[in-house]
């Protein structure tokens, strides 16, 4: 059985993961030991425990003679990433459509009004907030708590990319807009339409992929390899 980590190298890999998945500290970037050690107030010892940690969920990646830096990925398992988390969202959707109660639904919908007029004013940041907790919503509402943890995870892997596809200007309101088809087909009760609804919001692909990749910093996705 693996050993657990130290109780302050568990409490380092916990900050550091929150820093990742919430794009403080961006795909591509180094996380010197040294450094590290000296804002955490800690020795390097926690610090290299955590970093393997991390590393072993693949957050992080120990490259020789570079040290660690947050993990990016190839432009083929970036899509590849997209076409798993979208398939995971429709099915909590369809779920959600035929499992959530009449209070879920209504949280549902307020949840969804509540993100209005950040989209409307382009508040990339604080809707990205606003979008999580619609989304953990409908997760929720497919009442599959296995479900509801993979697909939790998945996005967790995908955060810095989504959070980054909602700077491209208009894209918050266009959200917006495609989480309320979601939105009237949970309610309404009509799983495949849920379900084709949240594909078509978190499904990236065509035109859309290509103006993502584009768009991202080098670091955050590695050159293609043989």
């Known amino acids: 059985m693996k050993a657990k980590p130290a109780p302050l190298a568990q409490d380092l890999r916990d900050r550091l993961e929150e820093e990742i998945l919430s794009g403080q500290r961006a795909p591509g970037s180094r996380l010197d030991e040294s450094k590290l050690a000296q804002h955490f107030g800690v020795s390097r010892t926690p610090v290299r425990e955590a970093l393997r940690e991390l590393a072993a969920i693949d957050l992080v990646e120990l490259r020789p003679r570079q040290g660690a830096v947050v993990a990016s990925f190839t432009v083929t398992q970036l899509l590849h990433m997209f076409e798993v ?3 995971l969202e429709s099915f909590c959707a369809r779920l959600a459509a035929r499992r ?8 549902l919908a307020q949840v969804h009004e509540d993100c209005r007029a950040l989209a409307e004013q382009g508040e990339a940041h604080a809707y990205y907030d606003a979008n999580r907790r619609f989304h953990e919503v409908v997760y929720a509402g497919s009442h599959n708590s296995y479900l509801e943890e993979t697909t939790r995870g998945m996005r967790n892997r995908l955060n810095p990319y989504r959070r980054f596809q909602l700077q491209h200007p208009g894209r918050t309101l266009k959200s917006w ?7 009237e087909a949970i309610i309404g009760g009509d799983p495949e339409a849920a379900a084709a609804a949240m594909s078509h919001h978190v499904t990236i692909q065509g035109d859309v992929f290509t103006d993502l990749i584009s768009a991202l910093p080098e670091s955050y996705v590695h050159a293609m390899t043989a």
């Open 100 to 107: 959530m109660t009449a209070d879920e639904r209504r949280r």
């Open 85 to 87: 988390m979208a398939e």
């Open 177 to 183: 807009k495609e989480h309320g088809a979601v939105v």
